[in-house]
């Protein structure tokens, strides 16, 4: 490049003005220059290209050369403007492109040319200024250009692109949904012209995910951000080690996997956000100019993820970060705003862990200096303005002085008004103004703060997006509060709530590794809903509240097995849709706990498109609640057979609702605290864990007395009174600290005086549409009934058992002559194994070491000669038509002891695969007892025609326990339980 500068000099010396190449030297050589400053970056070259093209100006050209002067010229001038940021250059460029497109009339080959560099130069202005006609007048051109490109030109993507890019920046000023809609559908079409080879792909999935992410944050449509996401992994795999764009693209995907963690709270998000921006910052060394950006992404990763785990070196290092990221942003650089606000967040945060007043009084002057310098239009002024109230409103609670609860009330509203709804802050600034709102109601009494309160509250019963994690939060708070100072809107609060519980389960994949998240975000909200219904006498609303919010790991699992026998016969579409429907819903219930899970754009995509054929199925006639929470009608089913029984502890009170098939639920009023259940059920666990090491019948005893007295008589008494016959069948469904109990085995235990196994039949079910979807699952009319007998006495992990080959024995004993029959044993009895002759019998006999894990459910298992059989495998299965399983192991109904309400456990997996009634136990299974119990059991389980009848389940195991009552102890003869039909 420097010799052709020199070869194209001494040809401009030979060629002296006004001789007929004179133009043709200017020219060439101003070109050479701009070409060197391309390459070199040295400004004099840029500055003598530009007096060249001036000069070239001077000669009287023709049509054509003018133009071409007047374009480099202008394009020259953009250049130096982009490196000196002086305005008349702008000015003076986009004059020149100007008069260049006068030169280019309408049908010249190059006036969309011209047309496109215009636009650029407006849009430069634009943002130099803020201008809006500039902008206006960029988007115009570049629709000009558009039409002047139809398809199949070369550069369609490029004006495409460039329209898009207008369209954004006139979204981001003036927040018109219809300017992002349209900049998303023409990024989608630049992006189609563009095959993966292509230079220019990467920045169009850039931009594509750029404006999808801002639309996400507009509206929270799980969708856009799963497409951004999709995108910018895309657009990473464009940009390898050494790529000039990768920092920038790694940034990208990382804020965007941030927007998911924040909405959904997954916390593999945050962790891969954390390690995409520390990657980042390695490709950024001291003095380059995004540096102090990365530095504030780390921090911000960390600051959440201290707040999750509470590790202070995660806390410090946020500091740390956030310090040198405010040293290099002095004052003047247009993000030292954030740096002060990011900075202010890791102090508060320390303060609130360690107590140090000077943290929390520098937070406050740091979030000071933030909002001076975002200025009312700021983008981000409604932010500053709730961390400023959130730090005053903690100095407040620390200190008591009054002006500073009501200058953060007044700056919460400030920060409301700026955020219209949909916004993705807005449900969160309003929960800080409700709370500081409340606070001064309880310091001062003025009645119309509490009612601000909740005209705030009922803003969320109407939401214009999809629920996120912060909605679900602040529902829950107002459900809190509602039901605490007993507000008439308590009810409704709850089932905002729960609507937006079902909205969050949904967003979620279907992964063990969900569980947490999910466990967290139920906690004790089902119950406290039940209890508010209850207390409000809308007993019915009750039933539909609480099956809504329990055990939502099993219902989502369940809606991808849902029965489509009326869809698949309503038309022509209705069986399209379920045939789409299967498809999607088996490929996602594979797609069980991958381990690629959060990071596969096609299991994404796959369950984008599973919740675009529900939203398709509900608008049939006759299909609107297809998937949605069931209504009492359909509940009340559960009955058919007899009734069922919800018992449910919550701080505000213990009730029980008796089902019934034609009736209303009967109330039965508790009179215990959920205190003292939690203290019963501390009691029996402690004592469960001691049964077969010596005697504890006196203590079993008593705790089985207080459950009589306290619980189950109160109810005996009513299901008398409502003329249910003695020794009929019932079902129980405890909630929260309940489900650890053994209701079944309640009684007096005094002589002349029954216990419930004197009176009724009972058995369990986790919720009302699993016993309904059990009692749906019809029998196959087979000729033969194909039964299979695992058993497991030495297995990998574990000691042996001795009694399993016997306990085997009796069970081929029994049904040998009745079914056909399979005994899988020893060396045989794999995890494999087990799970092959699963897909070729419906009735199961399992004995074996039940092994149960209270932290991580979803590796509770059974004990096989190779390892494991966990819950997560049993889960994964596809059996044909199941019926019986009868679980002869030891812990087979123990759940994850945070979350008794979601019955994470062996019972409960196998009962989610299918079967319609099954035998567990609640604590240790002594080996020698099994054997007797089931031997008495398999006995009553053959109908009078010869055959297994599942439904016989509960009875023949209440008859074999009868038989064995004065021969076996007391904890055996009540271990096993019944769950199902």
């Known amino acids: 490049m420097a010799d052709d500068v020199g070869t194209h000099r001494v040809a401009l010396q030979s060629c002296p003005p006004g001789h007929h190449r004179y133009f043709a030297c200017l020219f060439t050589l101003a070109t050479s220059l701009y070409h060197r400053f391309d390459q070199q970056g040295v400004t004099s070259d840029l500055d003598e290209a530009i007096e060249l093209y001036r000069a070239t100006l001077l000669l009287g050209l023709d049509h054509s050369n003018r133009s071409a002067s007047l374009n480099n010229l202008a394009l020259s001038l953009n250049r130096r403007f982009e490196q000196r940021s002086v305005p008349s250059d702008l000015d003076e460029a986009i004059e020149h492109h100007l008069a260049a497109l006068h030169l280019c009339p309408p049908g010249r080959a190059h006036r969309s040319e011209s047309l496109n560099n215009i636009a650029m130069g407006l849009r430069y202005r634009f943002k130099q200024r803020g201008v809006p006609s500039d902008l206006d007048k960029a988007i115009e051109l570049d629709r000009a250009a558009l039409l002047l490109r139809p398809p199949g030109h070369s550069k369609r993507s490029s004006s495409l692109s460039n329209l898009a890019l207008g369209l954004r920046e006139r979204f981001q000023q003036r927040g018109l949904p219809s300017d992002l809609n349209e900049a998303i559908e023409l990024n989608r079409a630049a992006l189609l012209l563009l095959p993966p080879s292509h230079s220019d792909r990467f920045a169009s999935l850039n931009n594509l995910a750029l404006v999808l992410r801002d639309r996400f944050q507009q509206r929270s449509l799980p969708s856009d951000l799963d497409e951004a996401i999709e995108h910018n992994w895309a657009g990473l795999l464009l940009c390898p080690p050494g790529h000039s764009d990768r920092s920038m693209s790694l940034e990208n995907l990382a804020a965007c996997l941030e927007d998911r963690f924040n909405q959904r709270g997954v916390p593999s998000d945050l962790d891969e956000v954390i390690e995409l921006n520390r990657a980042a910052l390695l490709l950024r060394p001291p003095g380059h100019s995004e540096r102090p950006s ?540 087990a799970l092959d002759v699963l897909n070729h019998n419906q009735w199961l006999h399992l004995a074996c070491h039940g092994v149960p894990n209270r932290q991580q459910p979803f590796e509770s298992s059974f004990a096989m000669r190779d390892g494991p059989l966990m819950v997560k495998d049993i889960i994964r299965s596809h059996w044909q038509n199941p019926e019986f399983a009868f679980l002869s192991a030891c812990h087979t109904t123990v759940g994850h002891e945070g979350s008794p309400d979601e019955s994470i456990h062996l019972a409960a997996a196998m009962q989610f695969s299918g079967f319609r009634s099954v035998i567990g136990s609640m604590w240790s299974v002594d080996d020698e007892v099994a054997r007797q119990v089931v031997s008495a059991f398999y006995g009553h389980l053959v109908d009078g025609s010869g055959r297994l009848d599942c439904t016989r389940a509960a009875v023949a195991l209440h008859k074999a326990m009868k038989l064995l009552r004065k021969k076996i102890p007391l904890e055996q003869q009540i271990v096993f339980i019944h769950i199902g039909i």
Not at 325 to 331: D, G, K, M, S, Y
């Open 294 to 833: 990365s530095l504030s992404n780390i921090a911000l990763g960390l600051h959440r993820r201290f707040q999750r785990q509470g590790v202070p070196s995660d806390l410090n290092e946020a500091i740390e970060l956030n310090l040198a990221a405010l040293l290099l942003r002095p004052p003047g650089h247009s993000d030292r705003s954030m740096s002060l606000n990011n900075l202010a967040a890791n102090l508060e945060e320390r303060f609130e862990a360690q107590g140090v007043p000077s943290d929390l009084d520098i937070a406050i002057k740091l979030n000071r200096g933030a909002l001076l310098l975002r200025p009312p239009g700021h983008s981000d002024r409604s932010m500053s303005l709730d961390n400023l109230a959130v730090s005053l409103g903690e100095r407040f609670e620390q200190w008591g002085v009054p002006s500073d609860l009501d200058e953060a009330i007044t700056l919460h509203r400030d920060a409301l008004l700026l955020q219209p709804p949909g916004h993705s802050d807005r449900s969160m600034s309003l929960s800080h103004l409700a709370t500081r709102l409340g606070t001064r109601f309880m310091q001062r009494g003025v009645s119309s703060d509490l009612d601000e309160v909740f005209q705030l509250f009922l803003q969320l019963s109407h939401p214009s997006h999809a629920a996120s994690k912060t909605d679900l939060s602040v529902a829950k708070s107002w459900a809190a509060s509602a039901d605490g100072m007993k507000h008439d809107s308590a009810l409704l609060a709850y089932k905002t709530a729960l609507k937006f519980l079902d909205q969050q389960v949904a967003l979620l994949s279907s992964s063990s590794r969900h569980f947490d998240v999910i466990s967290k975000a139920v906690s004790s909200l089902a119950t406290d809903a039940f209890s508010c219904s209850v207390r409000c006498g809308a007993l019915t609303t009750a039933v539909e509240l609480v099956e809504q919010g329990r055990a939502v790991f099993w219902t989502q699992l369940a809606r991808f097995s849902t029965p489509l026998d009326e869809l698949s016969v309503s038309g022509d579409t209705g069986a399209a849709l379920a045939e789409e429907f299967k498809r999607l819903s088996f490929r996602r219930r594979n797609a069980f706990d991958q381990s690629t899970e959060d990071q596969s754009p096609q299991i994404r995509k796959l369950a984008m498109q599973w919740d675009d054929v529900v939203s398709r199925i509900r608008t049939l006639p006759g299909f609107s609640r297809f998937l949605l929470p069931s209504l009492f009608s359909d509940l009340q089913r559960a009955a058919e057979d007899g009734p069922v029984i919800i018992v449910n502890a919550s701080k505000h009170s213990c009730d029980v609702l008796i089902i019934l098939a034609a009736q209303d639920p009967i109330h039965v009023p508790l009179n215990i605290a959920q205190a003292d259940v939690s203290e019963l059920s501390s009691e029996f666990q402690s004592l469960a864990e001691q049964f077969g090491s010596s005697d504890h019948q006196h203590k079993l005893v008593g705790i089985l007395r207080k459950l009589w007295d306290y619980i189950v008589h109160p109810v005996v008494q009513v299901l008398e009174k409502s003329k249910i016959h003695i020794r009929s069948r019932i079902w129980w469904c405890p909630t929260a600290e309940f489900v650890l109990l053994p209701l079944h085995a309640a009684g007096p235990y005094e002589k002349k005086k029954d216990n419930l196994s004197q009176i009724f039949i009972s058995s369990y079910t986790p919720t009302l549409a699993t016993l309904i979807r059990a009692r749906q699952q019809v029998s196959r009319p087979a000729c033969t009934q194909h039964f299979v007998a695992i058993g497991q006495g030495n297995p990998d992990a574990g000691k042996e058992l001795r009694c399993v080959a016997p306990e085997l024995a009796v069970v081929a004993q029994r049904l040998d002559s009745v079914v056909s029959f399979t005994s899988l044993e020893d060396g045989d009895a794999t995890v494999q194994g």
